[in-house]
């Protein structure tokens, strides 16, 4: 007999289920932040008394040799909130968790577990899902069976809103030049900022980056900025790269050290991301890393 595990509901309390409420289960990952998705769910929930559980498993990397399950987590886990407090603000009941397998497994296990009245399932347009490369969508049908289905086709692309700047820096994250230069791209444009600062496992300089990061965020985030922080895979191609399949970005944002003392720069980061991500990059350059104050190495 093969082994369910188990799902935990994270964001919110239960409602006590009656025989009129209805259960939609939605899966989903990159695409659970849109509009479009918020928009086919809310339709559902109106039809009558319904609550909602958002199933979004992590995806699985295609660039560099290192599964970062801890990033990946938490951008799955980024939108995943965003998207249930969208819900909730009007007043549908949802809940949602990150699951680390592929979706068709997930979907069995949830339909197992929860016994859902229907099924939503997101995806992008064809030319760029996985899932639909996989034929997912199709063995997701088939696991649902009898229950109704529907497949949401989202465009991230043409959906305005903020736009989602990744920042990618470490031991220049605490620089003035990079924490002004998301200042002023705040003031611009409505924003949401993500760093990575790529970094190994060594216990040492990780220890040291995950301090230096969180001490960026706050500060940013003092300034009223929504800003989230991750340590990231050592290479900061394949960390850029990593999180462009895990979620949307509109521009970049690189820091690093000037000239030859980069090692970024020396490997020609720069131009290997404009021509394989084809998007817009800005360039800062801090000539010294800020210490980080007492009270946060404490």
Known sequence: MRRVAPLVRHGGKDSTVTERERHILVVANETVVSKALVDAIEEKAKAGDARVTVLAPVSQPQHGYVVYYDTRRAAARRRLDKTLALL???NVPATGVVVETDPVSALRDAIDQLEPDEIIVSTHPQQKSGWLRRNAVDQMRGVAGDLPFEHVVVDL???HGEANVLVVANQTVLGEPLLDTIRARAKQAPASFLII????????????AEKRLLRAVTILRSDGLEVHGQISHPDPYAAVMQTIEDERVDEIIVSTFPGARSGWLRRDLLERLRADTKLPLAHVEVDAPAEVPAEVTA
């Open 88 to 90: 909730r603000s009007d």
């Open 157 to 159: 692309e043409a959906e």
């Open 197 to 208: 600062s790529p970094q190994s496992d060594d216990e040492g300089s990780h220890a040291e």
